[in-house]
Structures are given as C-alpha cells and as structure tokens.
C-alpha cells in the first residue's frame, strides 16, 4: 500500500513542479545608478597677492671680539660685569691689570723729556752766542766766508732735538702702557666667555674674554635662485631695506621679532647654489629703556619670512588640492568632475598660486579624488567650501523577488489530506523543497 502511494505521489509532485514553474511572476528590474563621490570643494576667487619668500638662519653678532691683554702683569680687579652673560656698555672697566710698573717707567720717561728740553733748551743757546761770536769776527774782518754748519753748532742742536723727540716717544709709550692697564668695553655687549680672573698673570696677547655687540644682531639667510625673482633686493647702500618676520618657538611658545634685509653677500655658493642674504635686527636683547618682549638671543635658529614683489590678482589654491602639481578637479553644474590643467605662478609649503586656466567661482575639490574618471558623479560634503549643502543621489531600493505558496493536496487510504508545499524563498534559482506526510507521522 505505502509502495503504491509512493508511486502516486510522484507525479503529483511533478505536476506541481511544474505549474510553479509556469506561474512564477517575472523579477522586476530596477535601474540602480552608481553611488556618487563625495567631495569637499572650495570656490576660486582672485585676491591681491603680495609673495613672501622663507627661509632659516641662525642668530649670530654683528662684531664678536676676543679680548687680550696688550702688557703683562697680575690682574688686580674685574667688574661685577665679567662674566659670562654679563652685560657692559661702552668705555666701561671690565679688567684691570697692576699698574706700578708702568706708572714708574712712566716717571723715568718724563724725566728723559725734562733732560732733552734742557739739552735743547742750552743747545739753542750756544747756536746763539755762537751765531753772534761770527759776526763780531767778521766786523773785525777776522773771518772770510759764510759760517759753517758746525761753527754755529747746527748739527748739535738737531741732536738735542732729535734727543727730545725720542724722550717724548718714550713718554708717550709710557703712558699708553699705563692706559693698557685698563681693559674698556669696546662697545655695548655681553660676555660670551671669560677667560682670566683676578690674581692671574698675564702677557701681552694673553686672551681675557670672548664678547659680541648687542646693538644689532644679524641673521644669514640662504635664498635658492628660483625665490630671487620674487624679491627686489636692496643695492649696496640703499636707504629702503626689505622688511623681515623672524619667528622661533621658545620654551613651547611662538615669538616673533621684526628686522630688515641691509645686504647681500652678492655670490652664489658653489656647493648648495643659493645666494646669502643678511637680515638684521636692531636691539635683540633688549636693553634699551622699555623695550619687552622676548630677547632674541645669539644662536636663536629662526624662520625668516621676507616680504617681496606684489603678484597681482590671483587665485590661492591650497597646494595639496593640486594633482601633480599643476592639475585642479573641477565640479560642474551636474555634479559631475574634470581635471583641468592650471598655470601656477609660485608654490610654497602651504599654497599655489594660480594666473590662468581657473574662472572666478569655479568650484574644486580640495583633495584630488582617488581613482577618478572625468564625468564621475559627485555630492558635496554638507557645509563644504562653497557654502552650498549636499547634493545626494538617489540611494538604489531593495529588491526582492518571492514566489506564492503553492499547496496541492491528494487523498491517501486514511482520508487524510497530506500538506504538500512548494517555497521558493528567494531568488538564487533554488529547487523547492516537497514535503510529504503520511499516514503514522513516516517520512519519506
């Protein structure tokens, strides 16, 4: 009986194999347009641009000078100033080296002056009387000729003369010697080094300390070739320096001073091809009554950002928006993009600067898009450059293709009507599953 029922049921099922088949409805195919980019984009605008060339340097003084001793002796007294660090300012007495000797070699050669202006002095006197013995001899006409040289006691006194110019040079050294004693600050400055203290002895060359000036410092920036025609440099004694930002980070704080380009070096390095520039700045420690701010100090590595040459009305496009260095992503007016090629003045670290291929307004992407066709659809990100919003696609519905429950049923010997259900769950052309029940709860 169970043989002949499943016999039966075989073609039951093939039959409803089949109409699920021909009933099934036709997918429904919808169009999904690709999702669009989305982009951040800045609109173009011409502005007045004024270039700005940078560079870097380190502070250094304008004089530095190494103090040495020009006579020998012991040192007998510093200033509270001679130390390192320690600020003078002009004629002020930094070291002071014993000065008996030179006082006494002083004395002896004011007495070697006195003694040759007498010698000079009794010399002149004898030329005189000598000079009137000949013309009583000749009125008594004892003497034939002009008087010798000798006879009036010429070459005698130009001895004595000769004498007291060297009791005089003599003097002069003497007194320079004792001056020596005195070490004075050249010029307003600080002490970078000291070398000599009290209680030491010292020779002439002897070196007693290592200064600089603090009137002005000077900076010696590098400048490439391509940055030279951005800049009007100042000729030898012009009176119109280039203004010059200098700026450092300090103990974790940004600090800025103001000076001036006075001069170029005016050749080019041989190795690295860039021309020297000097910047200076006036008072970098200062010192002056009420100056403030932070002391630019020798040594300070600074930026320098010189003002240049005006460029005109043109575009400023931030240099990473920039593919290749010469390329800017455009989006149309159907949010679609395209390259286009600009024509770039000047680039620096932050910025291009852009003459041609750019109309005012044109909207770019701030960042190139990766892997992007000309004609790729695009959204702007809300809030973007241009200040518009967004300007989103349509995103794809879902689609889903089911197929009706289809439930045939067949009398047994029982009476009872097994369930019979075809499903198609899905759309991945899967056969449907025949279930059939029979009688005792068997399965087949």
Same mark, same amino acid.
């Given at each position: 009986?169970k043989i002949l029922l499943l016999l039966g049921m075989i073609p039951v099922a093939l039959v409803v194999v089949v109409l699920l088949v021909l009933i ?75 000065? =008996?000797?030179?006082?006494? %070699?002083?004395?002896? !050669?004011?007495?070697?002056? #006195?003694? @040759?202006?007498?010698?000079? &002095?009794? +010399? ?28 009036? =006691?010429?070459?005698?006194? %130009?001895?004595?003369? !000769?004498?007291?110019?060297? #009791?005089? @040079?003599?003097?002069?050294? &003497?007194? +320079? ?53 951005f800049l009007d440099l100042p000729a030898p004694g012009a009176a119109s320096p280039l203004p010059v930002s200098l700026t450092a980070d300090i103990a ?176 991945t052309g899967r056969v449907p599953d025949v279930v059939a029940a029979t009688p005792g709860g068997g399965d087949v």
């Amino acid at each position: 009986m169970k043989i002949l029922l499943l016999l039966g049921m075989i073609p039951v099922a093939l039959v409803v194999v089949v109409l699920l088949v021909l009933i099934r409805p036709e997918a429904v195919r919808v169009p999904v347009e690709p999702p669009a980019m989305l982009v951040d984009v800045a609109v173009a605008k011409r502005q007045p641009v004024t270039f700005v060339v940078r560079s870097q340097g380190v502070v250094t003084p304008r004089t530095r000078t190494t103090l040495v001793s020009e006579v020998s002796g012991q040192i007998i007294e510093v200033s509270p100033a001679f130390v390192s660090g320690g600020f003078f300012e002009r004629g002020d007495v930094l070291v002071r080296i014993d000065p =008996r000797y030179y006082e006494a %070699a002083r004395k002896r !050669a004011s007495s070697g002056v #006195a003694q @040759a202006r007498t010698r000079v &002095a009794t +010399e002149r006197a004898l030329a005189e009387y000598a000079a009137k013995d000949w013309e009583r001899l000749r009125g008594l006409d004892a003497a034939q000729g002009p008087a010798s040289d000798l006879t009036l =006691r010429k070459p005698q006194l %130009a001895e004595a003369l !000769a004498g007291l110019d060297f #009791a005089e @040079a003599d003097l002069e050294k &003497a007194s +320079e010697d004792l001056e020596r004693t005195v070490i004075r600050a050249p010029y307003d400055g600080m002490v970078r080094e000291k070398r000599a203290d009290v209680g030491q002895f010292v020779n002439p060359g002897t070196a007693l300390a290592v200064t600089f000036a603090t009137d002005y410092a000077e900076v010696r920036l590098p400048l490439p070739q391509k940055d030279l025609r951005f800049l009007d440099l100042p000729a030898p004694g012009a009176a119109s320096p280039l203004p010059v930002s200098l700026t450092a980070d300090i103990a974790g704080a940004s600090h800025a001073w103001e000076g001036r380009v006075v001069r170029s070096e005016g050749v080019f390095d041989t190795d690295s091809r860039v021309l020297h520039v000097v910047a200076q700045i006036d008072d970098p420690y200062r010192t002056a009554p009420g100056a403030g701010g932070e002391p630019l100090r020798i040594g300070t590595f600074v930026t320098a950002t010189i003002a240049g040459r005006p460029g005109g009305e043109l575009f400023v496009v931030p240099r990473h928006s920039l593919q290749r260095g010469r390329t800017l992503w455009l989006v149309a007016d159907d949010m679609t993009i395209g390259p286009r090629n600009v024509a770039v003045v000047r680039a620096d670290e932050e910025f291009a600067y852009v003459a041609g291929g750019l109309a005012e307004g044109d909207r770019y992407t701030i960042v190139p898009p990766e892997r992007a066709l000309p004609g790729t659809r695009v959204r702007l990100v809300p809030d973007g450059g241009d200040g518009g919003g967004t300007a989103d696609a349509p995103a794809p519905p879902d689609v889903i293709a089911t197929v009706p429950d289809v439930i045939a049923t067949v009398p047994d010997g029982t009476g009872k009507v097994p369930d019979v259900t075809g499903r198609v769950p899905d759309v991945t052309g899967r056969v449907p599953d025949v279930v059939a029940a029979t009688p005792g709860g068997g399965d087949v």
